[in-house]
């Protein structure tokens, strides 16, 4: 009986030895380990210096985030030009003047010699005039962006450029859960805008030779080949820095917003651990004062940076929404000339208007954490008698959250509030009917 059970232990030890070196075979090749705090620090760090560069090397902006108040423009008002501003200047006019011209054109000769990629196609000319006004809407849109880092107006987006040195909770003012949050959060963002980048010009490229080798005249007319795929490379570098612009910036605006919201989320937790401390009696009034001082300051520099910021926002809410609109009209609802063409089309499309919406949640993110930031603040006021000083902080505070210019300016008479996503993707919705039934039947 003894011997049986020694037995019984030793095929037991076995067994478990042989499970165990499974499990760890099994865990080193088919999963992956969450990285400590140092290394994953460095990871982030990398992944934003590597985004920031691609900002830089397409001339998204020119200093990345080491942005400052100095203005950079020559004696007549304008920002310097160099190499790069000249290439692109000159690829995205000739983009222009090039489908300006073919949306207007009759002449099979000027089409074959400016390399119609839509050519002998019906409803070609309506495609080819929107690309057009597409092209230099975006590239002005991109000299805008450029002119006003040369002012020096965009100091606010840099307020987050503490992070390539390291995510530090004294550096960022925040604890240490909501640091690792905005890390996370950044390291997300970064991570997808930095892949998004890389594959525009492939992307670019395939929408604009899609054009071409789908058109039943290529094999026709050797002569209107040769020319359709010699403009190809200038289309194809004209859409990529537009799309360039849109992403590019939007990560600059995205990841400023986040640390701002992450910020008042630690206010919030400050309150939360005030409100612990008047429970047991532990309340001391200078404590409320600090706080007080705290988030007047953090909403002073918020509210200076979305100040600054209205009219890009303006831009990407309204001016790039709608076009997106259109070419998600067009390649979903139309399904305009070929079909490879419509899926990239309706692909890129759908990609800007996700990430404008990603906008509309940050926003009303941040407007929800201003409001349970005044429901603690009324519950601290409530519970201990404050003097005259701190109501006052504390009203000026609740004033401004709750009051009647609750939201993010954009422009100068419309006003962000926290159910603005709903009204967003309602707003697209309607668009997107509208054109199907005053602009789809033209088209077809």
Avoid at 205 to 220: A, D, K, R
Wanted: charged letters at 15%.
């Amino acid at each position: 009986m003894r011997q049986r059970n020694e037995f019984n232990q030793i095929m037991a030890a076995k067994v478990r030895s042989v499970l165990s070196k499974q499990k760890s075979f099994f865990q080193n090749k088919y999963s992956f380990e969450i990285p400590d705090a140092k290394e994953f620090d460095e990871t982030v760090c990398n992944k934003i210096r590597q985004t920031e560069r691609l900002t830089i090397l397409f001339q998204i902006v020119r200093n990345g985030l080491n942005q400052s108040d100095s203005v950079e423009v020559n004696a007549f008002g304008f920002r310097r030009y160099n190499w790069m501003d000249w290439l692109i200047t000159v690829s995205c006019l000739l983009t222009v003047i090039r489908c300006g011209i073919l949306g207007r054109n009759t002449n099979d000769s000027v089409s074959i010699y400016l390399g119609d990629p839509l050519f002998r196609v019906k409803d070609g000319h309506v495609l080819l005039l929107w690309i057009s006004v597409a092209v230099l809407v975006m590239y002005l849109f991109r000299e805008w962006l450029l002119f006003l880092e040369a002012k020096g107006k965009f100091k606010v987006l840099s307020v987050w450029s503490i992070c390539c040195d390291g995510f530090n909770p004294v550096d960022l003012q925040m604890n240490e859960l909501n640091t690792k949050r905005f890390r996370f959060t950044i390291y997300l963002v970064s991570l997808t805008i930095y892949w998004i980048m890389l594959i525009i010009p492939l992307f670019c490229t395939l929408l604009s030779f899609s054009l071409v080798l789908s058109n039943p005249l290529m094999y026709q007319n050797p002569k209107w080949a040769f020319f359709a795929l010699l403009w190809s490379p200038t289309f194809s570098f004209s859409l990529a820095i537009t799309f360039f612009a849109i992403m590019g910036f939007g990560w600059y605006i995205m990841c400023s917003l986040y640390f701002h919201l992450y910020r008042l989320r630690d206010l919030i937790d400050c309150a939360d651990f005030l409100l612990n401390n008047s429970k047991h009696g532990l309340f001391v009034e200078k404590d409320v004062q600090l706080f007080c001082s705290k988030v007047i300051q953090n909403l002073n520099t918020f509210e200076v940076a979305s100040h600054k910021l209205r009219y890009l926002l303006l831009w990407y809410f309204f001016v790039i929404s709608s076009g997106s609109d259109f070419d998600l009209f067009l390649g979903t609802i139309i399904r305009v000339y070929d079909s490879l063409f419509c899926n990239l089309l309706a692909t890129g499309s759908f990609s800007i208007l996700l990430s404008v919406g990603i906008f509309g949640l940050v926003f009303g993110s941040f407007i929800t954490q201003l409001d349970r930031l005044t429901i603690r603040l009324h519950q601290l006021s409530c519970r201990n008698k404050l003097s005259m000083q701190s109501v006052s902080k504390v009203l000026e505070i609740m004033d401004r959250a709750a009051g009647p210019y609750n939201g993010i300016k954009i422009g100068d008479f419309l006003t962000l509030e926290k159910q603005f996503f709903i009204l967003f993707i309602a707003e697209n919705i309607s668009i997107l009917m509208l054109f199907t039934v005053n602009i789809g039947p033209l088209l077809h």
